[in-house]
């Protein structure tokens, strides 16, 4: 008899002989009773399981089988045919029942890559040098997460959280070391391959800029904040973390060498593909733009209006993650294009936008995103969703005004208006 099976969890699940070719998974047979009983048999191999209790794993939902005795007996004959397929002589020999037990039969190893991953994890702990080239070759084989395609089956909840969490921090861990090693190409590719899997863990995210930064890629890294700051907005309606703002403004300065060319310099500032309609920024940026305008306002005699968006349904609620970002980036698109080159917009959350009009009373305003909302409504999205807008003046900065400027009449006008 074969004395190993090999088990995948990570990604889906399948079983194989180390000896032979042939891998089986879930994909191959309709029968999901099957895979869960395999599924529960291999999770808990160490030490068998009991009939009540694989009987409450295999029929959790509530569904009541007429003889789950007897269905778990047609079941394990079917299990114990695949280990035939697999090369075993007699799956009998393989896939034991005794005294209301099902267990493996002891001479034969269980190899699974959550225990795998559970042994890399503590022995990089205590080695990382020494564990770490076994560790690299065993992140690529993390597909996905515990059990994926049984999401629905109360008993992988915990397993599938702690796995996680474990193969995350195992990727921290590699990706750091192989930095201090100066390996910075490989590290950018384990902490990609993190990114990929769980794009919404901001740690991970963090520190593929850091290494992209690091190995000379400044572009790459502010190119990929602008991306998960959109898949954050589009789909979870927060902006990023502060520690992401932060790395992003502070890799996003002018390089800190000595430039003593004043026209290189220029050209650096300027757009490289400036397109019409209104400058999009992140939150951050847009901010500072404010208190900019908001500190020459006194001086300049300008008004400046402050203008809200919000996208709603029809009915007034909010649109789900998914046709959200779908609308949001058709207003960008036919409405925010439309408006002047001066005007500035960034995006506040899932449904809504801000923009800064210089330059223009609350009458102009209006006209200014009459034209553009007037453009977005004749859109197929556009004609599905109500768009409100809140026009306020901007107020000029505490300290402009503290230093003695001449007062000046600022328009006081708002009011929500739906179009």
Not at 105 to 124: C, G, K, N
Request: glycine fraction near 6%; aromatic fraction near 10%; charge should be negative.
């Amino acid at each position: 008899m074969q004395q190993a099976l090999c088990v995948t969890f990570f990604g889906g699940f399948t079983v194989s002989c180390p000896e032979g070719e042939r891998v089986i998974s879930e994909q191959e047979r309709a029968s999901q009773r099957l895979w869960s009983f395999l599924e529960y048999l291999c999770a808990f191999h160490q030490n068998g399981v009991g009939q009540e209790e694989l009987i409450g794993a295999i029929w959790e939902d509530g569904e009541e089988a007429a003889d789950p005795v007897g269905a778990l007996k047609t079941t394990l004959h079917r299990a114990r045919a695949i280990l035939e397929e697999l090369g075993f002589p007699d799956g009998k020999q393989v896939l034991l029942y005794r005294r209301g037990r099902y267990f493996w039969a002891p001479e034969l190893e269980v190899r699974t890559d959550a225990e795998e991953l559970e042994e890399l994890y503590a022995a990089f702990s205590a080695a990382p040098d020494r564990t770490l080239p076994a560790v690299l070759e065993f992140l690529p084989r993390y597909q996905g997460d515990f059990l994926p395609n049984a999401a629905g089956a109360a008993w992988t909840l915990p397993l599938r959280t702690y796995y996680h969490t474990r193969y995350l921090r195992l990727s921290y861990g590699a990706a750091n070391r192989l930095w201090e090693l100066g390996r910075l190409d490989e590290a950018v590719g384990v902490c990609r391959q993190a990114a990929t899997l769980d794009p919404y863990d901001e740690q991970c995210q963090l520190l593929l800029m850091r290494l992209f930064h690091a190995s000379g890629a400044t572009q790459t890294a502010l190119q990929h904040y602008s991306q998960v700051s959109k898949l954050y907005m589009d789909q979870l309606g927060v902006a990023p973390s502060p520690e992401l703002v932060a790395f992003y403004q502070e890799i996003a300065r002018i390089d800190a060498s000595v430039e003593l060319d004043l026209r290189i310099i220029r050209r650096q500032l300027l757009e490289e593909e400036a397109a019409g309609g209104a400058l999009i920024c992140e939150y951050a940026v847009f901010r500072d733009i404010y208190r900019l305008m908001a500190r020459g306002m006194y001086r300049s005699g300008r008004v400046v209006q402050l203008c809200l968006l919000t996208v709603l349904e029809r009915d007034g609620g909010y649109p789900e993650a998914k046709r959200s970002a779908a609308v949001m980036a058709e207003l960008e698109k036919s409405c925010l294009s439309r408006l002047r080159s001066e005007d500035v917009a960034a995006r506040l959350n899932a449904n809504q936008y801000l923009l800064l009009l210089p330059t223009a009373s609350y009458e102009n305003a209006e006209r200014v995103l009459r034209r553009g909302l007037d453009a977005f409504k004749n859109t197929l999205l556009g004609r599905t969703v109500a768009v409100r807008t809140s026009l306020l003046p901007v107020l000029p900065s505490r300290e402009t005004a503290s230093r003695g400027a001449p007062a000046r009449e600022m328009p006081t006008k708002a009011e929500w208006r739906e179009i």
